[in-house]
């Protein structure tokens, strides 16, 4: 069964029960031992909530999960995401700048602890923290070759990592003969990483317009590009004047195996809003690299993929 992926939220039991509303949350401890028992090895996961489990919480769940090892293999920890449609009365709050910089402060101390004892970060935090205190997502090394993508972990390193190498392998063109207009669809959380991105291009009539969209459907506080919603996207693009060839859509909107939005309207019913443009996918940084450099080829084949929210 290893290597599983295991939600703690917290190793404080009676907190867990509490966080989980369930009383036999409280048995996370004998639980892990069960697993480690048995010989299986585990991923772990932390949904951080502000007031709820961070500060001292947070430490003692590292802590006890660190002396876990080997059989704990990773600690991630995101953010709690808050939808418009929560209406639980408990009173849940995001993390806003200056509480996101105190938990990435907080953990990197554990982390350069932990690299100077093994050699191995261990821990990681969610892109999101990044974003919201303004800093710089870590480099590749400190993600120990990215045990927690499907989570989200170092997904904006990996991004930038793909678009690096394609960019070695295919240089910027010259240019297009004749004007190109490219709008970038994209989720508000990242849209600064793939401006940055874009302008880093030199060619010759091409014209990029990044179009962060604002998630009405789930609320705004829900700010990942693969949370975005066809209706969303069509009301953001509709609202800009100028010419429009070429729609790049993030890929992790659309349902893995399917062309189909999370609102259930088909990749084929959202272009032929657009009839004179063409709409295209990208996943990765290279599918991103490649569809603005050579946008007259490129063309997204979605099978066998799988896209991360």
């Known amino acids: 069964l290893s290597p599983l992926y ?21 048995q996370i401890a004998q639980q892990l031992d069960q697993l480690e028992q048995a010989g299986a090895d585990y991923h772990t996961q932390i949904v951080l909530c502000s007031g709820l489990n961070d500060g001292a919480e947070l430490e003692r769940s590292i802590r006890e999960i660190v002396a876990r090892r080997p059989h704990a293999l ?4 995101v953010p709690v995401g808050i939808t418009k449609y929560r209406d639980d009365p408990f009173p849940l709050k995001q993390f806003d700048a200056a509480a996101a910089a105190k938990v990435i402060d907080e953990v990197e101390k554990w982390q350069r602890k932990l690299q100077q004892e093994s050699g191995r970060t261990f821990i ?48 910027d063109s010259a240019g297009y003969d004749e004007p190109v207009y490219l709008d970038v669809v994209t989720g508000t959380a990242v849209s600064p ?54 729609i790049l859509i993030p890929e992790s909107a659309l349902r893995s195996g399917e062309d189909i939005f999370l609102d259930d309207m088909s990749l084929a019913e959202f272009a032929a809003q657009f009839p004179n443009a063409r709409v295209e996918p990208v996943q990765g940084g290279r599918d991103y690299h490649q569809a603005l450099t050579d946008w007259n080829s490129y063309h997204k084949n979605r099978s066998n993929e799988t896209a991360y929210t």
């Open 193 to 246: 990483v793939i401006r940055q991105l874009a302008e880093s291009v030199q060619a010759e009539n091409l014209h990029i317009r990044i179009v962060p969209v604002e998630n009405e459907h789930f609320g705004h506080t829900v700010n990942v590009s693969g949370l975005l919603t066809a209706h969303d996207i069509l009301n953001k693009l509709k609202s800009l004047d100028g010419p429009r060839h070429g």
């Open 124 to 171: 990681y935090l969610g892109d999101e923290f990044y974003f919201l205190a303004g800093r710089e997502v870590p480099t590749t090394e400190f993600y120990d070759g990215f045990p927690q993508l499907d989570n989200g972990i170092g997904l904006t390193r990996s991004f930038i990592n793909d678009w690096d190498a394609a960019a070695a392998k295919q240089p």
């Open 74 to 77: 990773s600690m991630a920890i």
């Open 6 to 26: 295991v939600s703690i939220q917290c190793m404080n039991p009676e907190l867990r029960a509490q966080m989980l509303r369930c009383k036999g949350a409280a």
